[in-house]
């Protein structure tokens, strides 16, 4: 069977992750990989090509056709942010979600995101656009993610809503029901047990506001 060919974007430590999660999932090819560094160049991540530099891709996409889609491969999320919301006006972001990963049926998934083994979105939950759902980590049921979210490893999820940009570090838990805004950040191991407004940083058990978190995207 003929694979749709893909680019990532990015050749670092996140795109390496990423080009794991493509192979396993195994519905695309990789066509090669950019860079923002012209040291990078002709460099091979896994055996795939860095073909060009971001200010190329336009370029590449004119002389290669066959490159139907993308992932980002970045994971600073105020440069994800600066990507996509260009990279999407020029070709189709595709989802690579690991094929041990539980996606229910009746989940809504966007485009451009990231699913890693050992994670679970449940029934009606709904996913955003440009999302990465570490390993270990669960969305519940009814819940709503925004575009451009992380959600690290071993986070438990039975909250409402997660609002564009934020992200739950590692080990955090977001309590029933409970809402966090835009632009967030939830430290390490926090407990989020009430609402959390957007633009903030939170930490401890319970999260409580450390400061405000000023950032584009």
Partial sequence: MNKEKIIIIGCGEHAQMVIDNVEEQDMYEIFGLTTNSEEELQMKIYGYPVVCKDDGIEKLLYESADIKGYILGVGSMVLRYKLYTWLDTLLTAVNIIHPASTVSRHAQIGRGNLVEAYTKIANSAQL???????????????????????????????????????????????????????????????????????????????????????RSG
Avoid at 130 to 138: K, L, P, Q, T, Y
Avoid at 146 to 174: E, Q, R
Avoid at 180 to 195: L, Q
Wanted: glycine share 12%; charged share 15%; hydrophobic share 40%.
């Fill in 128 to 214: 955003g656009n440009h999302c990465i759902i570490n390993s270990f980590s669960a969305v519940n049921h009814d819940q709503v993610i925004g575009d451009n979210v992380l959600i690290a490893g071993n986070v438990s999820m039975a909250g409402k809503s997660i609002g564009d940009n934020t992200i739950i570090a590692d080990g955090a838990s977001i309590g029933f029901k409970k809402s966090v805004g835009k632009n967030c950040i939830v430290g390490d191991g926090s407990v989020v047990t009430k609402d959390i407004p957007d633009n903030v940083i939170v930490y401890g058990n319970p999260a409580k506001i450390v400061r405000e978190n000023v």
